[in-house]
């Protein structure tokens, strides 16, 4: 009886310390998989047992077996995007897992800090006083659960990484809109207008975050000016803490298929202007290979952090510089210009309201790039160069994105300015656009031998110069060269 008794009691030892079949959270009802793709899903079981994992549109299952953790991953094929509710069924041995009301259609990544985290209510961390502007016109809009959904990972920090985060998958309607990241709301909203088809987008973001803080650690190491010791961190302001975010948040995520990465941060890493397009070069590499992306297929997009003086004073200009090299050394990588989305009072406070224009701009990228919309112009005009007329009345500036028909405005600017031999900025109020030259002519009356030209370029510099298309001018700051004639 004794050894029956142990061997019973042995059994339901075994039996307790069995594994549940488990997917990762982000796996879950409501999901949305990337179309046309070899999509990865993954989870934990048993060590060495068979997984099979079948979409309810194919009549296959790919099948993988669990590694000596526990751990299981596969990629299934998915089929053109639709509105149709699939489901994804897991099974181990006896056990199943469904996964239901799984649309297929294109994917996204949002990231960041708290622009990108910034919800359509206004609030994100520490922050109620950051309205989205002419919100209630969206939240109070039919039902679009099939055609928007969101995945936002909550805000964490771990010395570990994590394999799972927690959250739910949820559609948009007048219930939801209101807590979901606004800037990917509205990219979001663009797309599906666009690609009539299911978009679903993972928000990863936190608010004050650096670069650093979505970072591995190995990464980080290589750099001699962070002090990546546990003392230190314990001491720093926690929103700065380095690569805390990207082990709580982002890598759990990591694999997930997805089309391409939008990226709204910068203001946390002002005054270190010097280091961060190399930082973004290497974060976009590192993330790519963690995607799985050898061929820089990964888009990676950009938002240019908005005039505002709650920064160090004259330490805004430097760093959105650095956002527009990042795009000169980052493969498929572009920007959005923001220095015309924001008001007057809006000027102390860095959650400017307007995140429609800025959600829709990264929508233009994509759409462009990505989607084959040739049509739809997405890039802002930039000076390439400007030169002093032979009377020295005038600069010839040229601007990429202004042809054929030039720029919305001669008269009433705002946001320009010309330098004088003395070092004296003057204001600019007047331009003229030749359309046979394609360049663009400043009057500078009055002004004693141009050395520069500057434009948006400031803590707190808006502008609004743009072109027909309502694209508006990246802000620079440039040398007057003579004129060679």
């Not at 670069?211 to 962070?226: G, Q, R, V």
């Not at 888009?299 to 527009?324: G, M, N, W």
Request: aromatic content about 10%; some cysteine.
């Amino acid at each position: 009886m004794r050894k029956l008794f142990f061997v019973i009691a042995l059994l339901a030892i075994c039996m307790s310390a069995h594994a549940e079949l488990k997917l990762m959270n982000v796996f879950s009802d409501g999901m949305v998989l990337q179309q046309n793709a070899s999509a990865s899903v993954w989870g934990k079981s048993d060590k060495g047992t068979n997984v099979s994992v079948q979409g309810s549109w194919s009549d296959r299952a790919v099948t993988c077996k669990t590694d000596s953790n526990g751990n299981w991953k596969v990629s299934i094929p998915t089929p053109k995007g639709s509105y149709t509710p699939q489901s994804i069924t897991v099974k181990c041995g006896k056990e199943t897992v469904t996964v239901s009301n799984v649309l297929i259609g294109e994917v996204w990544l949002g990231s960041g800090q708290s622009n990108m985290e910034m919800m359509m209510d206004g609030s994100q961390y520490g922050y109620v006083d950051c309205p989205v502007r002419d919100a209630i016109e969206y939240i109070a809009q039919p039902s679009a659960e099939n055609k928007i959904r969101m995945f936002t990972v909550p805000r964490k920090q771990t010395y570990e990484v994590l394999d799972d985060v927690e959250g739910e998958w949820r559609g948009a309607c007048s219930e939801t809109i209101a807590t979901m990241s606004a800037t990917s709301y509205f990219f979001a909203r663009k797309l599906n207008e666009m690609l009539d088809v299911p978009v679903g987008v993972i928000v990863c973001a936190f608010g004050g975050a650096r670069i650093e803080s979505w970072m591995p650690e190995d990464l980080l190491a290589t750099y001699p000016d962070e002090d990546l010791s546990k003392d230190h961190i314990e001491k720093m302001f926690f929103m700065h803490k380095p690569y805390m975010a990207y082990n709580a948040m982002l890598a759990p995520m990591r694999g997930y298929t997805i089309k391409g990465f939008i990226w709204y941060q910068g203001c946390s890493n002002i005054g270190k202007d010097q280091q961060y397009a190399s930082r973004v070069a290497d974060l976009v590499a590192r993330w790519r290979k963690e995607w799985g992306d050898t061929t820089n297929e990964l888009p990676f997009y950009q938002v240019e952090i908005a005039p505002c003086t709650e920064h160090p004073k004259d330490q805004s200009a430097p760093l959105r510089q650095a956002q527009h090299d990042a795009v000169k050394i980052v493969p498929n990588c572009s920007i959005v210009v923001t220095n015309d989305l924001l008001d007057e009072y809006e000027k102390w406070n860095i959650h400017p309201s307007l995140k429609k224009p800025v959600g829709e701009r990264l929508a233009y990228l994509a759409l462009n790039r990505d989607y084959g919309f040739k049509g739809i112009p997405c890039y802002s005009p930039e000076a390439t160069g400007a030169t002093l007329s032979s009377d020295g009345k005038n600069i010839i500036l040229e601007l990429t994105e202004v042809a054929p028909l030039g720029v919305n405005r001669e008269k009433a600017i705002t946001g320009l300015e010309v330098c004088s031999s003395d070092g004296t900025w003057y204001p600019v109020t007047e331009i003229q656009f030749n359309n046979w030259t394609r360049q663009l002519t400043v009057k500078c009356d009055g002004i004693s031998s141009p050395t520069a030209i500057r434009y948006g370029w400031g803590d707190y510099v808006p502008g609004n110069i743009k072109n027909i298309y309502g694209m508006p001018v990246t802000p620079f700051n440039i040398e007057v060269k003579s004129s060679t004639k």
